[in-house]
């Protein structure tokens, strides 16, 4: 059971105060009921709900954003190892699937949904949906690096990776100046950014938002922070980039997708269901 303002939110494009709007001035039937409120508790499956006279259908459609934790397996089932689907409780247990994977030490923004086509268009090769991360790594920020990200990696596959977008980051969060605004020989990144890829811009904002002092202060002795942005889904693509380039990865979380961001109050292991915002972002 859902109140109605919700179930009237969720599936239109509505804000939750419109609908109240709509509801108080006589324009939502219940089984041809008027005498409706707000928070009136109605079952999506069995009622009928009609706005305008136009009956709401129920599609059921639900986005969950997490934090994975490290240690825990994306999939869906696995006999030894705790999956992020054992992470997720009523009313959603064993209603969805994650989108894509994450290693099993890796941290950060997991999708989980029942939604079969959203899936598909953020995971699709064609679609080139940008994955950016928070990463530390062995070694010094290193310009030579950006450039080899920026041309595209030989990682050991039929082809070199796409270009992709690294930004060396300080410990205490700061940008490194001159890689926000300008490549190697001075021109704006923006020029450069292959179809998909979020700008520098957009990337700073992410990790400014996104990244908390508590991940920084895992950065040690002879490693750096970096963020990172690639629009492919290879398998262990990260760490094979870096490891490609003689460095090791040594924390990896993943804080966006596309335009949408990880809630940076989301305690690891824990999720809640997208916005409505957040589906726009996703779904554009
Ligand atoms: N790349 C990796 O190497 N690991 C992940 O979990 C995600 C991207």
Known sequence: MVRLDRFLADESSFSRSDVKKMIRAGRVSVNGSFDVKPELKIDPENDCVKADGVQIMHTGRVCLMMNK????????????????????????ANKLFPVGRLDKDT???????????LSHNLLSPAKHVSKTYFVIITGAPDEQLREKFREGLDIGDKKPTLPSL??????????????????ANGEDCREQLPHGMI??????????????LADYARCGE????????????RFHQIKRMFSACGREV????R????????DPALEPG???????????????
Not at 166 to 183: A, K, Y
Not at 250 to 253: D, E, G, H, N
Request: charge should be negative; aromatic fraction near 8%; charged fraction near 25%.
């Open 199 to 212: 700008s520098p811009l957009q990337m700073k904002e992410f990790c400014i938002r996104s990244i908390a």
């Open 255 to 262: 804080i966006a997708m596309g335009g949408l961001m990880l």
């Open 166 to 183: 690294l930004m060396f980051l300080s410990v205490d969060g700061d940008f490194l100046e001159e890689h926000i605004t300008q490549s």
């Open 250 to 253: 040594r924390f990896l979380k």
């Open 270 to 284: 824990y999720y809640r269901e997208l916005t409505k915002e957040e589906w726009k972002l996703l779904e554009g």
């Open 222 to 233: 002879n490693e750096c922070c970096a963020a990172v942005s690639v629009t492919e889904g």
């Open 69 to 92: 934790s490290a240690g825990v397996l994306s999939a869906t089932e696995d006999a030894r190892d705790r999956t992020v689907i054992d992470l997720v409780k009523e009313p959603y």
């Open 107 to 117: 941290e950060g923004l997991l999708l989980l949904t029942n939604d079969g086509m």
